[in-house]
């Protein structure tokens, strides 16, 4: 089942669907760069500190509106569309429910939990016209535990597993590496209540098991980090954290056995092996999630009579996963020298055919049209496969360097030219694979193979 972030395309005819988004189809709009607001640039800004940053500004996914506040371009939202479907697929699978909740909550929601000021300055408050405060949420434990206390009154109507992908707010002391540490950014949060401990922890095991899919799904190093409760509170948590030299948490890691700690938690007596060898690493926190117990439950009455009649509290657990600091952490750790190379299951575009320019003159002129006819016969050959929707024409007029010097930057797994030499009808083409630059030839079912076989996996993404 597909599932879409925005608004669909409404068309009459066929539609093609892909990473949740509709698309058009062949014969009423191809994609084309040339018709895409992709707004790549040569330079990079001041006061850029990593890499990831740079290169999401450069490849045209995202610009800068304020200290820590960022417009997500087209581009990054293909992406983000495909890592919210990976992620629907297997909430789905799990028995959870989508909903979305507003993001401003009523100062009251807050003080009944206690954490109107036990947030402090980093939680964004405001009031309205009529003085009434509010603040912005950086999560939704109080909204939705609210929620469920209107609804709850038998344990029949347990377990519930409800989530949300939607704008979260930190008023971050100092917002910095892009996307990574910003005031406004993408988050999956999910509520679970349960009628007992038991059962509350069986719904712990399931959604840390679903967050450790997604990551396998997405192809990217992480490692599942016991944790503490902070401002959340519970008595268990995990973090998940994206290996990288810029994160800002220290991890001790076995490569035998799936032993991994922060170095500021840590308990070596949990790694058993004999002869481990423990390595160090930088993490980027990306996801966390906590078993909460009763305390927002008590908080709200968030209450059902059990089998013996007795009014309880429901057992509760939070799960968070940051939408766009996964993107940014991806293309931390998936880059080179050229650009980002985001694994298949990320990149905003999984082929882009590229339509080489010649030179002036009539001759040229029926060339250049005879190569696009060709540019546009193999991409309505790919909109009939599962790379349906997942295809960009460069017919764009400028030099041939550019569009091939940005295909690398933007980081499209795989670039076909379409040059001076090839025939309208052809069966084979020149494919190039971004992550180690490798030509080959191939058919159209050759290359929809090699999309299938390694749908999620990149050697671009590696410990650097």
């Known amino acids: ?62 610009r800068q509106q304020a200290s820590g506040v960022y417009t997500l371009l087209p581009l990054a939202l293909r992406s983000i569309a495909k890592l919210s479907n990976i992620i629907h697929e297997e909430m789905s699978a799990i028995g959870a429910d989508h909903l979305s909740m507003p993001c401003l909550t009523p100062r009251e929601l807050w003080l009944q939990s206690g954490r109107w000021d036990e947030a402090g300055p980093e939680l964004m408050k405001l009031k309205d016209r009529r003085k009434k405060e509010f603040c912005l949420g950086p999560t939704h434990e109080e909204p939705v535990t609210q929620l469920v206390a209107d609804y709850l009154n038998s344990a029949k109507q347990l377990p519930i597993r409800l989530y949300q992908i939607d704008r979260k707010f930190r008023d971050e002391i100092r917002p910095r590496y892009g ?71 220290t991890l001790n890691f076995c490569e ?120 546009c016969e193999l991409y309505d050959s790919l909109q009939a496969t ?17 569009k091939l010097s940005e295909a690398d930057l933007i980081g499209y797994p795989f670039t076909i030219i379409i040059g001076n030499r090839h025939e309208s009808g052809s069966t084979d083409f020149e494919v190039k694979r971004r992550f180690d630059h490798k030509k080959f030839t191939m058919s159209v079912q050759e290359l929809v193979d090699a999309c299938s076989v390694l749908p999620n996996v990149s050697t671009g993404c590696k410990l650097k």
């Open 256 to 375: 035998r056995c799936n032993y991994c700690a922060n170095v500021e938690l840590e308990n070596k007596e949990k790694c058993s092996i004999e002869g481990c060898n423990l390595r160090q690493s930088q993490g980027i926190e990306v996801g966390h999630t906590f078993y909460l117990g009763t305390k927002y439950s008590d908080a709200f009455q968030a209450t059902f009579a059990n089998e013996d009649g007795e009014i309880v509290p429901s057992e509760m657990g939070c799960f968070g996963l940051g939408i766009t600091r996964i993107l940014a952490a991806a293309a931390e750790v998936c880059n080179d020298s050229s650009g980002l190379c985001l694994p298949l299951s990320l990149a905003p575009y999984k082929v882009c055919i590229i339509v080489l320019n010649g030179s002036l003159g009539k001759k040229a002129k029926d060339q250049s049209e005879k190569m696009t006819n060709a540019a």
């Open 179 to 249: 996307l990574l540490r910003g005031r406004e950014f993408l988050m999956k949060d999910m509520y679970t209540f349960d009628a007992t401990v038991e059962a509350a922890q069986e719904s712990y095991k399931l959604v840390t098991e679903a967050y450790m899919k997604v990551f396998n799904r997405l192809g990217l190093p992480y490692a599942r980090v016991e944790a503490d409760t902070g401002l959340i509170g519970g008595t268990l948590s995990h973090e998940y954290q994206i290996l990288s030299p810029i994160g800002e948490d």
């Open 1 to 62: 089942m597909s599932y879409a972030m925005f608004n669909p395309v409404h068309c009459s005819g066929r539609c093609f669907k892909s990473c949740g988004i509709v698309y058009r189809s062949a014969h009423q709009l191809r994609a084309d760069v040339k018709h895409s607001f992709i707004p790549t640039s040569k330079d990079k800004p001041k006061d850029i500190e990593i890499r990831s940053h740079e290169l999401m500004y450069r490849a045209g996914f995202i």
């Open 386 to 402: 599962s790379l349906a929707g997942d295809v960009i024409i460069d017919s764009s007029p400028r030099s041939n360097g550019v």
